[in-house]
């Protein structure tokens, strides 16, 4: 039964001085099948907030889907827009509340984006924690070597652009070495001017730089 289950990715969020990123690669497995290679794992939640899931494909794209309708609703009812610690802290009763019927959403979840004081990341588990991250995470099979990468090249007051690029480069490095992770790279940048994509042209280069062919 496990190993029916699409999963198998790398996740990464980058805290900058004007901005997040939050980026991710394209690949669904199978155990050892690579069941998708379209797959869509950073989603728009609203102008100013993504997320990205790892783990369980079908848990990941439900829980967006859920909390994008309620942020939704959020706006309309209340008149203002949801601040990322609204958004984070609602996913994270959500998944608790799953937790404990012991049947759990089987992921890890990195939200980033607008917050009261500024821009920030909040990274979920399947338990239903909700940690504040003030400078990067990863998420996912590869994460531990994308954290190779943003330990050792992330620095304070990055620029949004600096910080994509450094995205990108931390899943090469999970992209090499990682099984579960590969086929593209989808970077979105969110800062005061709202959500918007990094162009594929740009991720195609700095890919093939470090030596990565997809």
Do not use: H
Not at 6 to 12: I, L, M, N, Q, S
Not at 56 to 72: F, I, N, T
Not at 163 to 182: F, H, P, Q, Y
Request: proline letters at 1%; glycine letters at 10%.
């Amino acid at each position: 039964m496990e190993e029916n289950i699409k999963k198998g990715t790398t996740t990464v969020g980058v805290v900058c001085r004007d901005g997040v990123v939050i980026a991710a690669d394209k690949r669904a497995s199978m155990g050892y099948l690579i069941s998708n290679k379209e797959v869509d794992k950073v989603f728009k939640i609203s102008d100013f907030i993504a997320m990205t899931i790892a783990g369980s494909a079908a848990d990941g794209q439900k829980l967006a889907q859920y909390l994008k309708a309620e942020m939704d609703m959020y706006r309309m009812n209340v008149g203002v827009e949801p601040s990322l610690t609204v958004a984070s802290n609602l996913m994270a009763n959500i998944v608790f509340g799953r937790a404990k019927t012991f049947i759990p959403y089987i992921v890890q979840l990195i939200i980033g984006g607008k917050d009261t004081d500024g821009f920030a990341l909040y990274t979920l588990d399947m338990g239903g924690s909700n940690i504040k991250e003030t400078k990067f995470n990863s998420t996912g099979s590869g994460s531990p070597m994308a954290f190779g990468v943003l330990e050792d090249l992330w620095k304070e007051n990055m620029s949004v652009e600096e910080g994509a690029d450094l995205a990108v480069k931390a899943l090469a490095s999970a992209i090499k070495r990682d099984m579960g992770t590969g086929e593209g790279v989808d970077v979105v940048i969110i800062d005061q001017n709202g959500y918007r994509k990094v162009k594929g042209e740009r991720i195609k280069a700095i890919l093939e730089a470090k030596s990565v062919r997809l």
